[in-house]
């Protein structure tokens, strides 16, 4: 199979079986970013790593926060900063389950980046940072059910 980001069709992909992770995909396309998400084995399992890709708008903002999951990710095209740092195209952050990254702010043009999580859970379970201390919003709010809904395991 043959993907290329410039296709609109290679957008709000996610795998069909998976429909829990339709939230994600509208969400970024309400937001005006596009999202897609490559699972890398079972769907049903959170455990399971997978990529995300998304398309920042220009001067989009991501805060500074983290996931419960090892992180990968490599700039593909456009320029943004991290934590003030300037970020280029090949340029790779990575992060460790639980550390802190960003603000991640879109430059001229936007950026388009791919993401690669140890866990399909831990992609979806953002540890924002706030004043008061961690805050752990998990974006497919009752997911399990979603999927045991769906026949797969709990």
Known sequence: MHFAIDD???WY???KEADYLRPIV???RANGVPTSIFVMGDPFDENTPCFVLFKMPEGGRLPRHGHDCQRFEILLRGNMT???HPVAPGDVMTAEPGEYYGPQEA???GYIVCEYFSRLKGSYEIIWE???GPFVE???AGWATKIERAGGPA
């Open 26 to 28: 509208e969400q970024g």
């Open 130 to 132: 706030t004043k008061r």
């Open 13 to 15: 992909q996610y795998p």
């Open 107 to 109: 430059g001229p043009g």
């Open 8 to 10: 609109p069709d290679f």
């Open 138 to 140: 998990n974006v497919l």
């Open 82 to 84: 991290s934590g003030g």
